[in-house]
């Protein structure tokens, strides 16, 4: 589900504009700590699998993954979160629009969680 992580990363990367990347560690913990266990959206069996998304990204020239997950082309990323946003209305597939609304609930969470908490390991980025 490459789509989707790029849609995750994308979003972060719009909330954080001054972060040029993410390191692994915290969003593997993102996706299999927030998202899979508190709200029951899996796009990936593991970090293998999330890291072969990644790869398949870097090769599209969206992504650096030489230090942690870079942001290379932020217009790449943004115009794959857009086909996500609309993949319900190109496929009449409702369930798509709530796995986006999961995942932006997450990313809400998430942000929120590292405001009011700085050392949280989801938020050591570079």
């Not at 954080?16 to 993410?22: L, V």
């Not at 398949?56 to 969206?62: G, S, T």
């Not at 319900?88 to 969470?109: M, N, W």
Request: glycine share 6%; charged share 35%; aromatic share 14%.
């Amino acid at each position: 589900m490459w789509t989707y992580t790029a849609y995750m990363l994308n979003k972060y990367a719009e909330r954080n504009p001054k972060r040029s990347g993410i390191s692994f560690d915290n969003f593997s913990n993102f996706v299999f700590d927030i998202l899979w266990k508190n709200y029951k959206v899996v796009f990936h069996d593991g970090k293998g699998d999330l890291l072969c998304d990644l790869k398949y990204l870097e090769k599209l020239k969206v992504l650096d993954l030489k230090e942690g997950i870079g942001f290379k082309n932020k217009n790449k990323l943004k115009q794959i979160a857009e086909v996500v946003e609309n993949s319900s209305l190109l496929t009449g597939v409702k369930l798509l629009d709530t796995y986006r609304e999961r995942v932006d609930k997450a990313i809400d969470f998430w942000m929120k969680r590292g405001k009011y908490n700085s050392k949280s390991k989801l938020e050591r980025v570079y």
